[in-house]
């Protein structure tokens, strides 16, 4: 199961909520430890020292009088006589413990002396009054002071963090364009005083200057290659035509299969110039009849595959017209179909134009779900025992160029079956007259 991500700030937050909670828990504990303290052992202690003093003042002084003051009151019941206790007093047995009286819960300490029984009974209603002023007051501001600590560690932490939480963000919305990072604007972060984000930021800068470095690099070499291979490729054709006409091998499967392998060539070429021009502008867009294109390239391909036993169909359902530049829609559908030609030896490919997109399909090797999450990798080529001719690029060329149009792709296959690729256009790209 993966893992659920969460940012810094909701991290700090998550340990300022934690800290507080353990400070009201601890607090809570405290005075619950505090409280039992008091109670089961101070109290205890003074009221057995209490009783301790009446009997022995009292075996000196047979009238000596029954503690009688603020806070504490006390009974005397002699020969087991409480007729003139208290109801709530007569069943008490010796020992520390709360009875109801007078409206309230008192701490009752009982106490046997021969046959005497004393009953102490402890008002702490004015002592827990003192307590909560010289007890739970200033600990309820020590408890405030340890909250504002704890907001203040935090506020300090977010501020910390916060040039690290700007920096991600910047990168993240950094987009490559005309080789350079243009939206990545770090000048507030560069100003920033913390060495640690400073040094952070200078060597992102160092490794920005490197990849713009390399993408221009990338870029004038895929350009510059691509235009000098259209040279040879022309004096290839021109030579293949110039011997189809003295020899008369038209219809040689070999001379076929060359023409294919240049008709590959020449696409590929034509898309690496595409790509390289796209990075130095921006390619310009026309209205593009989908319909058409896709006639011309299933009668190019028909012709160059004419050795294979294949049905090929059109299913139009609306003229499919586009805004976008008119060589990257060319590309897209030539690559789709002549792949579909590719990879079907014989059967069926159906071609489907709707009002929002089109499909390919047909009944060739198709692939297993693990071919299928391969197939957009680079040089990748699903059947590796079918001879089709083909260089792997073409399925990661159509989704480069589909991630760059907003174009919409998916792809369903089954071993044995064959293979169907959908392509579905943005509403804003489609025209509507």
Known sequence: MAKTKTNLHAKLIKVFLIQVALISVVTIAG???????????????ALEGEASHFWSVREQQPDFPLPNTMNLKAYLAMNGQTQHLPESLQSLEPGLQRAKLNGGTPIVYVEDKGSQRLYLIFDEVKVSRL????????????????????????????????????????VEEAEVKEGHLTDLDLHELRESPDEEVSSLVKALDQFTDRLELFIERERLFTRDASHELRTPIAVLRSAMELLERRYQVEDDKTISRIYRTLYDMEALIETLLILAREQEQVLPTSRVQLNELVTE???????????????????????????????????LVGNL????????????????????????????????????????????????????H????????????????????SISSELGSGTEVSVHFPKSQISKD
Request: hydrophobic fraction near 45%; aromatic fraction near 10%; charge should be positive.
């Open 297 to 331: 390239e299933i009668d190019t391909l028909t012709l160059l595959f004419k050795d294979k036993s294949l049905v090929v169909q059109i299913e139009e359902t609306a003229i499919l017209e586009l805004d976008a530049p008119e060589r990257v829609v060319h590309i």
């Open 390 to 409: 083909g260089y792997g690029l073409g399925m990661t060329i159509v989704k480069r160029l589909c991630n760059r149009y907003n174009w919409h792709l």
């Open 131 to 170: 307590a909560l002023v010289f007890g739970i007051l200033p600990l309820a501001a020590v408890l405030v002071v340890l909250y504002l600590l704890a907001w203040f560690a935090y506020r300090q932490s977010h501020k910390a963090v916060s040039p690290i939480v700007k920096l991600a963000k910047a």
């Open 337 to 388: 179909i002549r792949n579909a030609f590719n990879y079907t030896p014989k059967g069926t490919i159906t071609v489907k134009i709707w009002q929002q997109g089109f499909s390919v399909r047909d009944s060739g090797v198709g692939m297993d779900k693990q071919q299928v999450k391969q197939v957009f990798k680079p040089f990748y080529r699903g059947e590796k025992q079918n001879q089709a």
């Open 31 to 45: 005075i619950y430890a505090a409280k039992t303290t008091v109670e089961d052992i101070l109290v205890r202690a």
